[in-house]
T-cell receptor, first 116, second 113 residues
Framework: DTGVSQNPRHKITKRGQNVTFRCDPISEHNRLYWYRQTLGQGPEFLTYFQNEAQLEKSRLLSDRFSAERPKGSFSTLEIQRTEQGDSAMYLC??????????????FGNGTRLTVT | GNSVTQMEGPVTLSEEAFLTINCTYTATGYPSLFWYVQYPGEGLQLLLKATKADDKGSNKGFEATYRKETTSFHLEKGSVQVSDSAVYFCALTNYNYGQNFVFGPGTRLSVLP
């Protein structure tokens, strides 16, 4: 178990640029989640995948945000035309779900985005 | 919808003091409840969980009991250590109402030697 890996750890970009983050979940986990966390707040749900299928998206996920998990392994989160309000920590988590019920999430260390 | 409310921090305690961090939730049906901890510079880690009413989750001296009648899942520890200084998040997931986990805002704990 090598844990959930996120890259890059930090990203500084100028307003209007596109950015892409990568998440490598724990290898046997079939569910992958993206969350956003701002200072002093708890993680806010963005979207999740079961294998390669994106099954749920939050209303927080505007049209500028897109996530993929093409082979049911790693995932990417892209933000187009970044805005200063996108500055946050982006967290990835994975879990192993069997049938009904939710197993706990295992989080990566996050990618901190700063939009200048 | 599902939501979690936590007591506001920061909480500052002396070493060996008793800790309680309150958490209450709003959810339809029977959610599973969790406490996560985030140490400085690290990612969120699962601390403990409970999946049905009256279950008690425990780990590293921390405990929390799932109280459906009061919709609460308060975190307790009898004697805190400096190494317990962290941010604590209460969370729930409700299988029949979506697969996402809902987190509270977090409570920062500082333990002084």
């Amino acid at each position: 178990d090598t844990g959930v890996s996120q890259n890059p750890r930090h990203k500084i970009t100028k307003r209007g640029q596109n950015v892409t983050f990568r998440c490598d979940p724990i290898s046997e986990h079939n569910r992958l989640y993206w969350y956003r966390q701002t200072l002093g707040q708890g993680p806010e749900f963005l979207t999740y995948f079961q294998n390669e299928a994106q099954l749920e998206k939050s209303r927080l996920l505007s049209d500028r945000f897109s996530a993929e998990r093409p082979k049911g392994s790693f995932s990417t989160l892209e933000i187009q035309r970044t805005e200063q309000g996108d500055s946050a920590m982006y967290l990835c988590a994975s879990s192993l779900a069997r049938g009904q019920g939710n197993s706990p999430l295992h989080f990566g260390n996050g990618t901190r985005l700063t939009v200048t | 919808g599902n939501s979690v409310t936590q007591m506001e921090g920061p909480v500052t305690l002396s070493e060996e003091a008793f800790l309680t961090i309150n958490c209450t939730y709003t959810a339809t049906g029977y959610p599973s409840l969790f406490w996560y901890v985030q140490y400085p510079g690290e990612g969120l880690q699962l601390l403990l969980k409970a999946t049905k009413a009256d279950d008690k989750g425990s780990n590293k001296g921390f405990e929390a009991t799932y109280r459906k009648e009061t919709t609460s899942f308060h975190l307790e520890k009898g004697s805190v250590q400096v190494s317990d200084s962290a941010v604590y998040f209460c969370a729930l997931t409700n299988y029949n109402y979506g697969q996402n986990f809902v987190f509270g805002p977090g409570t920062r704990l500082s333990v002084l030697p």
